[in-house]
Nanobody, 120 residues
Framework: QVQLVESGGGLVQAGGSLRLSCAAS????????MGWFRQTPGKEREFVAG????????AYADSVKGRFTISRDNAKNTVYLQMNSLKPEDTAVYYC?????????????WGQGTQVTVSS
């Protein structure tokens, strides 16, 4: 069983930055792709970014390309999402996902989510 715990969310002004972290338990972390998703009330959860098991391949939603960076530290069982130039439309609950063979999923494990609020 793998458990994922997100942290780093909060309130930030437009144009600011936040870094989300996702700490994973379990021996399989370094062998699976990881991802970040986000969801706002009334909308479906959407893919934000994904990273391969080695960290060598990444993918991003068009809406965050050039502003967000996903990375991972397999020695620390942690995946990160660096978010720069934040916009009010980035406001959402952000979820960490893991346990996939592909960076686009499907993912077997999900964190509880962390709220990111961007004020204008």
């Amino acid at each position: 069983q793998v458990q994922l715990v997100e942290s780093g969310g909060g309130l930030v002004q437009a144009g600011g930055s936040l870094r989300l972290s996702c700490a994973a338990s379990g021996r399989t972390f370094s062998s699976t792709a990881m991802g970040w998703f986000r969801q706002t009330p009334g909308k479906e959860r959407e893919f934000v970014a994904g990273i391969s098991s080695s960290g060598g391949i990444t993918a991003y939603a068009d809406s965050v390309k050039g502003r967000f960076t996903i990375s991972r530290d397999n020695a620390k069982n942690t995946v990160y999402l660096q978010m720069n130039s934040l916009k009010p439309e980035d406001t959402a609950v952000y979820y960490c996902a893991g346990g996939s063979r592909r960076i686009g999923g499907p993912f077997d494990y999900w964190g509880q989510g962390t709220q990111v609020t961007v004020s204008s």
